[in-house]
């Protein structure tokens, strides 16, 4: 990856031109790498697929991750609700071209799209996207590049205002470490290409790379295209009483890793009402660990006090709610570049402010010398611990004014003048947060692009490697992870622990593995770190009730001898160490109550629980309607709104959202249906103070002036679930 020596990039407003040079060089066989999400190039992708169309001689391999594409209704409800945020929210954003023709199946001969990771069952069903998924852990990926043969990175790029560097932004994660192993690997061919927008956030640190390290920069408005907006979903209760058991999992002082979608929502906004609220946040947990569960809690923590070290972020994936937490006072603990630094900070043996005590603490530590060298003095400047103005020569440390410095640290004086300007200053380089990628709201890219400098300084993205596993720099990250909790959603788990989060029983791919094994692995080598498997005990459907907790499964993503803490609505149960018995009656104990009995019987048909064992009354209470009874209160409805971080939807938009969740969830049958209709046929006729609420989302709907007996129906239905949401009671965003 060294660019000292490298002609500067080849510039281009064409995308046409761009690709010819490109061609040139390549001999038309491409081997094509798109980040992960958002920092894809679209104009470029889509050019050069559509110059592979044309031209059978073309080679094109495209390897790539999370390929998003604007949202499809499957149902005349949907497609009604999501038309005009086609619109709004996506109205300048380019779909990739290959999206279309692999959905339809008409991709050329000549032309491969692979994907590692999927968008959640966007693909299911979709033969050609199976066919082409390559199961790999996240870190495994840039080896996997390599070995295929990538020669060329093609990546969204922000511009610093001097035009000489670029940021990565939202996507180091894979790009440095491919750069990296080319760069070992003498002559390997691999060409960057940056599609430079400004309206990308531009951050510092790890993602700069100087302009000189891209081949290929394509600049210019046609490249200045809004970000894709993920908006936030709405959170439930379900989801909201997870956050409760796992944010009482959380040690102050700890690490924290949690991704995306309303689960990671509603932990984030837990944590910050933990710090914020905290007697509400008291009496929650109270209601909802109740003695008999903290047994199976085992040697889990119960930790509900405010934040006074904070936390710190190391996450591949960087969510809203960091930075929600970082306002709320949070994600305040900082990591540093060095383990001796950081040991002593932990152990309160120095203060973040550079004082006397900071260089006598190093030199106890051993990680200075007496008198100080050359590697010393550097150590210290760039931590800011030691005045910058001054300078070896030789074997001599000089002031600014060119006279010779003592080196001993014996005498207060001598660490006085060492010290200099630095006194009472910050130690430099402290991070809050590390990441890997970033993917949210509009309102999350606002938020990022006007972070001032101070708080900018603390945000690092970077390569995939440093957040995912400890293989690299392992005794810093052993000194920086203190406590760390990484936080994953799962699809199902089994009775005996096996964790299911990427596929179906016929092998048909969901999502993908990503990074949660690297997590599961990290928890169980880090000390005092835990791997929490998260996941609402049932799924509904159409009115139809599963249990998310299953006696078996044909295949597991993470293996049961790697079970660790798994949290449900229900409870939060410790896996590790215990016994396969244990571990069964500890998984009962966070099951919904409608499958307990039928788990139980197979537990014990197996010979795995004795027969003698009965359902304890404590486990009778794992039920929908108690939830409800623990959250039904004014001041508990008001803190645990719909959208705690804020959405880039109307007011309109959020509700209908809201009344869709609903619709999905909903029985079907025709006499529910009919009870639902009338419901709605009310609602919609009511002078109540919701029905000019009800009206106004009906008419974004586009039905106030429909006139088939079709539409009427969709409509009522509609207002149907719009009333559930008015008869709630719960506030849309928090005030």
Known sequence: MESAHKAPPECFTSVEDCIDRLLQVVD????LGLPLGLGKANHFANTLYARAVEDHSISLTIFTALTLERPRGDSDISRRFIQPLLDSLYSQYQDLAYVSARRKGLLPDNIQVIEFFMEPGSLLGNNYAQQHYVSANYTQVPGELINRGVNVIAQMVAPSERGDKYSLSC??????????????????????????????????????????????????????????????????????????????????????????????????HILRLRHKENELFKRLVEDLVDESSLAYRAELPLCTDIFKRGLYGASEMVPHGFLHLRRAGVLTRKAYGDATIQRLLDSDKITETVQEETLLALKNAGRISCPLTVADTDFLQQFGIVDPSYSWRGHKLLTPDGEEEECDLHSEHGRRRLIGNCLNKKIAGGIWLHGGFYLGPELMYRELRELGPEEQAGLDML??????????????????????????????????????????????????????????????????????????SVRIRDGICESNIVWEYPHTTIPRHLRDVVVTEYGAVDLRGKTDRDVMVAMLSICDNRFQAVLLEQAKHAGKIEKSFSIPESFNKNTPEYLASVFNDEKCLAELPHYPLGTDFTDEEALLAVAL?????????????????????????DRSSGAEYIQRCLQRMGYDHTETYEHRLEAYIVAAAIQKYIDLRRPLRRE
């Not at 038309?28 to 081997?31: L, M, T």
């Not at 529910?672 to 209709?677: E, H």
């Open 28 to 31: 038309k066989k491409v081997v």
């Open 661 to 685: 969740q609903y619709l999905r969830a909903a029985d079907k049958s025709w006499w529910r249906m009919l009870a639902t209709i009338f419901k709605g046929r009310r609602a919609w006729h």
């Open 171 to 268: 996507n180091p994660d894979l790009t440095l470490p491919v750069l990296k192993l080319a760069a070992e690997r003498k002559d390997y061919p691999l060409y960057l290409l940056g599609e430079v927008n400004s309206q990308l956030p531009y951050i510092n640190g790890s993602s700069e790379l100087p302009a000189n390290t891209f081949d290929f920069l394509l600049t210019g408005e046609a490249f200045e295209s809004p970000l894709f907006a993920a908006p936030a979903m709405p959170v439930t209760f379900t989801e909201y009483s997870i956050a409760f058991h796992i944010a009482s999992l959380v040690e102050d002082g700890g690490t924290l890793q949690v991704g995306i979608g309303a689960l990671g929502d509603a932990v984030c």
């Open 463 to 536: 390569d995939i490697s440093f957040t995912n596993d400890l293989q690299s720099q392992r005794e810093l990250k052993l000194a920086q992870r203190q406590h760390a909790r990484f936080v994953n959603s799962a699809m199902m788990v089994t009775l005996g622990g096996a964790v299911v989060s990427d596929a179906l029983a016929d092998n048909h791919v969901v999502s993908g593995v990503g990074g949660q094994y690297n997590f599961v692995a990290q928890a169980w080598d880090l000390p005092g770190a835990r791997s929490i498997i998260a996941l609402p």
